[in-house]
């Protein structure tokens, strides 16, 4: 199972000041809304920014991760088989939609699943092929 780490979202105060930070700070460029915020990009990895909700207990900081996937009911069996176990969420196979299914690790940390990724993320930093001939020289 072959998995790359192409999202992470965070809880912030404020999602417009928190863009305009990574922007100005960074170099992140805005790639969407998102539904309580907005997505950032910078290139490579998706960034949601997303209003935290008090009053639901949550606290600005890190969320959850998300990883970008090859086979999703292999990579569940492969979570569930390493002790880790279904949050919520479900895949939608269109294929002009993100969609994103939800699990917790072992200690419980969120992290989400997707064959589709993420608006300003990209699967392959380095060509497949590319990097398969780097390992083999």
């Given at each position: ?27 992140f460029k805005r790639a969407g809304k998102a ?103």
């Open positions: 199972m072959v998995a790359r780490m192409r999202h992470i979202a965070l809880l912030v105060t404020d999602p417009e000041k928190s863009a305009q930070f990574y922007e100005n700070t960074l170099g539904g309580r915020g907005l997505y950032m990009t910078d290139g490579t990895i998706n960034m949601a920014l997303l209003q935290a909700r008090p009053e639901k207990g949550e606290k600005a900081g890190l969320f959850h991760f998300g990883m970008w996937v090859d086979d999703l009911d292999q990579s569940e069996k492969a979570v569930e088989g390493a002790g880790g176990s279904y949050f919520m969420g479900r895949e939608d196979r269109n294929p002009n939609t993100f969609y994103e299914v939800k699990f917790r690790d072992p200690d419980g940390i969120v992290f989400d699943m997707t064959p589709t990724g993420w608006r300003g993320a990209v699967k392959e930093v380095v060509p497949a092929d590319a990097a398969s001939k780097e390992a083999a020289e």
